[in-house]
């Protein structure tokens, strides 16, 4: 069974800058029911190798602040200082998609990357297919120990896979330049 539907969104789909998103943002329920969708997401062993952190708009200035700090106290440039303070300073919702390693014979923490990876495109693309804008982000934020762990709470085991901004848009994103499949794509028929 093909659901037309489904093909036509994962054809036009597109994130958003989290520059571009303001409020209003998806309400607690809604956002936990994002959350359920995105932990839906391929998990080799069912081990749930990442954890969910909400940050809600009273949060994040605390978060701007810090990275300006980090970002001080390692000596980083001022265009660092903005680009880091800037999806925090702008933010008004983002779920923070954490790679929490289990241990497990069966499944090598390359896989439970993968998993965490794949949550974080679940959330996109659950956000969009829910009316919402969403973007994945990182930055050197969020492979900061003195920032993840201070600032998010990390264990020393856990990585930031992502940080997806969720929140209401004012026009589509633009479409951009899509890879040459063809051109990346080997066949092997025997």
């Known amino acids: 069974m093909t659901d037309q539907a489904v093909l036509d969104f994962l054809a036009t789909r597109r994130s958003h800058s989290p520059k571009v998103l303001t409020a209003p943002v998806p309400t607690r329920d809604q956002l936990e029911s994002l959350l359920d969708l995105a932990a839906r997401s391929p998990d080799h062993g069912a081990l749930a190798p990442w954890r969910f952190i909400v940050v809600e708009k009273t949060a994040m200035a605390r978060l ?3 990275a300006e700090e980090r970002a ?24 923070v998609v954490v790679e929490s390693p289990v241990v497990s014979e069966k499944v090598p923490p390359r896989e439970q990357t993968l998993s965490a990876g794949a949550v974080c495109l679940s959330l996109v693309n659950a956000a969009l297919a829910s009316g919402w804008g969403a973007g994945w982000v990182t930055g050197w934020v969020s492979f900061d120990r003195g920032f993840v762990e201070q600032g998010l709470g990390l264990g020393a085991d856990e990585e930031v896979a992502g940080i997806v901004h969720i929140g209401s848009y004012a026009s589509a994103p633009v479409e951009r330049q899509r890879p040459d499949v063809k051109g990346i794509t080997t066949w092997q028929s025997a």
Do not use: E, M, P, S
């Not at 980083?76 to 303070?85: N, P, T």
């Open 72 to 95: 001080r106290a390692l000596g980083r440039d001022a265009d660092d200082i903005v680009k880091a303070r800037g999806q925090f300073d702008r933010g008004n919702l983002a779920v």
């Open 64 to 66: 701007a602040d810090l």
